[in-house]
């Protein structure tokens, strides 16, 4: 049975850091893409970072470049979301998804889904 839990998120002030993590069982990690997407209430969901399998392809909404940082340890079968100086608005749900075609990811799309993690973030 696969299982993807998200962790790490939290409440922070604006300008701080938070690290999510996302662990993978169930499924073979080193094969698959993981993605992760916020979505707040009432809003569409959005990719936010994205990595391909061997950690040779990586994605940034433009929203979050030059602040996030996204990496995998496969031994560990751990996507980490390094999130820099950040905003009010992204307080939101962050979730995590895995698939084996880094394309379906880049579409907002995914096989696997976690519960998600909830940042807040405030002023």
């Known amino acids: 049975q696969v299982q993807v839990v998200e962790s790490g998120g939290g409440s922070v002030q604006a300008g701080g850091s938070l690290r999510l993590s996302c662990t993978v069982s169930?499924?073979?990690?080193?094969?698959?893409?993981i993605g992760w997407f916020r979505q707040a209430p009432g809003k569409e969901r959005e990719g936010v970072s994205l990595?391909?399998?061997?950690?040779?392809?990586?994605y940034y909404a433009d929203s979050v470049k030059g602040r996030f940082t996204i990496s995998r340890d496969d031994a560990k079968r751990t996507v980490y979301l390094q999130m820099n100086s950040l905003k009010p608005e992204e307080t939101e749900m962050y979730y995590c998804?895995?698939?084996?075609?880094?394309?379906?990811?880049?579409?907002?799309?995914?096989?696997?889904w976690g519960r998600g993690t909830q940042v807040t973030v405030s002023s």
């Open positions: 990595i391909g399998w061997g950690g040779y392809s990586t």
């Open positions: 998804a895995a698939d084996r075609t880094y394309a379906r990811l880049l579409r907002n799309q995914g096989t696997c």
């Open positions: 169930g499924l073979k990690f080193g094969d698959y893409s």
